[in-house]
């Protein structure tokens, strides 16, 4: 995955010397720009620069709150621009701002934030924006999983939840039914019992996963779900120097073993991370399917059968299981540097935001989950859950449990990199080419090393 190591390289060639820029910047930001007032009706309206990966039928939700943003008063003009890729906005992101070009906003994914988070000086803080100018705003504000993973030691949030979604499990009720299965499975065991029913009435693949992220769906969530630590330092929250990844423990080697031994038989299906496997549910070939809740819009359009929508499985006699998922997606960063008249627009903006209306029609126009509980209220009370009941499953698992210290998220630096390195472990133990247990050693081993340039980098 080219851009993940693109990103890598800006911090590594900028060094500290964009560091202390970034802190020069911040520093001028939070002395002068402040406390400016914001732009007068009369005048022309000041413009925000919103940098999103957002397009198709996300870029026009996406365009319909920012049009009701702008239309609702008359000091600020928000303009999104589509950039491309998660990675390509963290790249670009990284690199406008050490040219004095940044955006007001940018949208970054969920494995950049450990690497916006640690470079100091680089964004303003959207709680210390929000009480800046008297906006009502906290982390309570946010549902269990989305709050969590973007929220600082302190219990503040630097970045605003946005576009936020879980893995579900996707279950083709056809197939299920043709073998003799009444549900979905909950637990492991009993998909690898499920596997063979399948294949004993001719369902020859009985489970894919993220084509891209199976990193997300399988290692990370997987931890999170079942309650498993995912790294040392309660996943990177307490600090980065010394951080160690935790791939290969026994429940994570068996897991994999177990999908590997599904590979062998061609029951569990992944091509890699640049191939969707989208079509291997939508079009019938394997009978579930660990895919992001914000998919279920474009399953539902593909998809010529009934389907259902559950929670991911969980390990088998776990105690912890099941804990809590955590979102996948992105935050909104306002950056430093700006013009002194653009902070109060950027924070006025994000408060519209994360209004119950607004996350009620984000939610129900894109698939992702309502980030607000103010935006669940909207969506509770307008009966969209009772005739969408499929939307509700993420947000239980979101907030099955209140999360503990170590299931709030995954706070990594360079976790784009780490995410490569994990995929290419998958790719070796799917082929056969080695055991679980040798590449999650292989890769855990390699993630370290990329943890500890990280923490010589941007350790303090």
Known sequence: MRDSRQVRRHFLTAGRRWKAAAAVLAGAALAANLASPPASASSAPTTLTWWTAMSGTNGDAVQHLVDEFNSSQHAYRVVPTFKGSY???????????????????????????????????????????????????????????????????GDQLDSLPFNSSTPVLYYNKTLLAKAGIA????????????AKALAAKGVGCALTSSGAYVMWTDMEEFDMWNGYQFASQDNGYQGTKGVKLMLDTPPMVAHWSMLGQLAKKDQYLWNGTTNSTVPLFSGGTCAMYEQSSADLATITAAAKFPFGVASLPTVNGDHNAPQNTVVGGASLWVLSGQPSAHYQGDAEFLHFLMSGPAQAYWASHTGYVAVTNAGVKVLDQENFYKSHPSD?????????????????????????????????????????????????????????????????????
Request: avoid cysteine; charged fraction near 20%.
């Open 87 to 153: 990675p390509t906005v963290l790249s670009d992101t990284i690199a406008a701002f050490r040219a004095h070009n940044a955006p007001d906003i940018a949208q970054i994914f969920d494995a950049g934030t450990a690497t916006i988070m640690d470079a100091n000086g680089v964004y303003q803080p959207v709680h210390s924006l929000m009480a800046q100018y008297h906006l009502p705003f906290a982390t309570s504000d946010f549902i269990g999983g989305a709050a969590s993973y973007y929220e600082t030691a």
């Open 392 to 460: 509700l499953v993420a947000n239980r698992e979101l907030t099955y449990k209140a999360p503990k210290a170590y299931t709030r998220g995954i706070r990594l630096g360079y976790l784009p990199e780490i995410r490569d390195v994990e995929a290419a472990a998958i790719s070796e133990v799917l082929s056969g080419k080695e055991t679980a247990a040798q590449a999650l050693a292989g890769a855990q081993a390699q993630g370290d090393k990329i943890l500890s340039e990280f923490a010589a980098q941007y350790g303090g």
């Open 183 to 194: 549900a979905p499975p909950a637990t492991w065991d009993q998909l690898d019992a499920d």
